[in-house]
T-cell receptor, first 112, second 115 residues
């Protein structure tokens, strides 16, 4: 089946530090790469996305970078704050573009 | 209105009961999705409706039966569920279709417990 790897599974940073989460995929048909944030007991919410015609996109403290050749994309959060603590998921099309698969998730904890 | 609304928020049912989960959106989205999420796991896709037609069924057991009465509504009918079906059931919608490269908007989910 389709392989979607997300690393790390847990990440603990000090407030103000940066956090980076990476998602690696194998289906070259993927051309849309979103990241979702899910706080405990709440819905997944889109925080940023990128399409394959660009390599990087930034929205204030959040950025996503895409390397289509290497088949990975990463979420970057700068100046982390306690409210950034949540589980983050990547989501990609897999199976030749026929299936939507979430990454395994990263539990980010921002400590004071 | 930029929300996906799911009802009920919580549901407890026995293995012999029949119940339905409901999902509604008024964003004009033409793709709607059901996901199942177990604790500390990512959402797993169950069904996708595109333009009111079932386009993806991820080999879901027949005790789960989806229905899309119109472009704004999505139901999930439940019958003879098993304890392992206890989970958070999330509904989502997106603009055009299941591969439309558009963001998915999620509801808050229905937390289902099977006794």
């Amino acid at each position: 089946g389709e392989n979607v790897e997300q690393h790390p599974s847990t990440l603990s940073v000090q407030e103000g530090d940066s956090a980076v989460i990476k998602c690696t995929y194998s289906d070259s048909a993927s051309n849309y790469f979103p990241w979702y944030k899910q706080e405990l007991g709440k819905r997944p919410q889109l925080i940023i996305d990128i399409r394959s015609n660009v390599g990087e996109k930034k929205d204030q403290r959040i950025a996503v970078t895409l390397n289509k050749t290497a088949k990975h994309f990463s979420l970057h959060i700068t100046e982390t704050q306690p409210e950034d603590s949540a589980v983050y998921f990547c989501l990609i099309l897999t199976g030749g573009g026929n299936k939507l698969t979430f990454g395994t998730g990263t539990q980010l904890k921002v400590e004071l | 209105d930029t929300e996906v609304t799911q009802t009920p928020k919580h549901l407890v049912m026995g293995m012999t009961n029949k119940k339905s989960l409901k999902c509604e959106q008024h964003m004009g989205h033409r793709a709607m999705y059901w996901y199942k999420q177990k604790a500390k796991k990512p959402p797993e896709l169950m069904f996708v409706y595109s333009y009111e037609k079932l386009s993806i069924n991820e080999s879901v057991p027949s005790r789960f039966s989806p229905e899309c009465p119109n472009s704004s509504l999505l139901n999930l009918h439940l019958h003879a569920l098993q304890p392992e079906d206890s989970a958070l059931y999330l509904c989502a919608s997106s603009l055009r279709g299941d591969r439309d490269n558009q963001p998915q908007h999620f509801g808050d989910g229905t937390r289902l417990s099977i006794l």
